[in-house]
């Protein structure tokens, strides 16, 4: 699959994002090592924290299908009815969530559009972030 294709499943997903209070509309689409996209969109919620960002809807939909390596996640963002000037990146729980499966190699691509992105390694955008390696046992 290509970046275009990555991001262009992001964008298609993020017109399913349910934003009624932000209505900052945000798309993901998570390739997992086998092939396989998962995509996923932010779901917000009057309490706000239950709110699930669209990295982590897409990351559960990918392990609740028993994937747990992933090479890349497209993120693509703008509020409803316009286009997006500055690129989405993941908020630091994300990161996290991210960085449990894909490590500092994950690559993540910031995309304003299919032609104009920027793609940034998980271990650039959180240096110190922990996982499985990290913890004792």
Excluded: W
Aim: a neutral charge; hydrophobic letters at 40%; glycine letters at 10%.
């Amino acid at each position: 699959m290509t970046d275009r294709e990555l991001i262009r499943a992001a964008f298609a997903v993020r017109e399913r994002a349910y934003t009624p209070y932000s209505h900052f509309k945000v798309g993901a689409a998570l390739l997992t090592r086998s092939g396989r996209v998962f995509t996923g969109c932010n779901i917000e919620n009057a309490s706000f924290s239950p709110t699930i960002c669209a990295e982590r809807a897409a990351l559960a939909a990918a392990v609740s299908a028993g994937e747990r390596e992933f090479d890349a996640i497209a993120i693509v963002g703008s509020m409803e009815g316009k286009v997006n000037t500055l690129p989405t990146s993941p908020c630091g729980v994300c990161r996290q969530a991210l960085f449990e499966f894909g490590g500092n190699g994950l690559r993540v691509i910031l995309a304003k559009s299919e032609e104009d992105y920027q793609e940034l390694t998980l271990g650039r955008l959180l240096p110190l972030g922990f996982g499985p390696a990290n913890v004792e046992h």
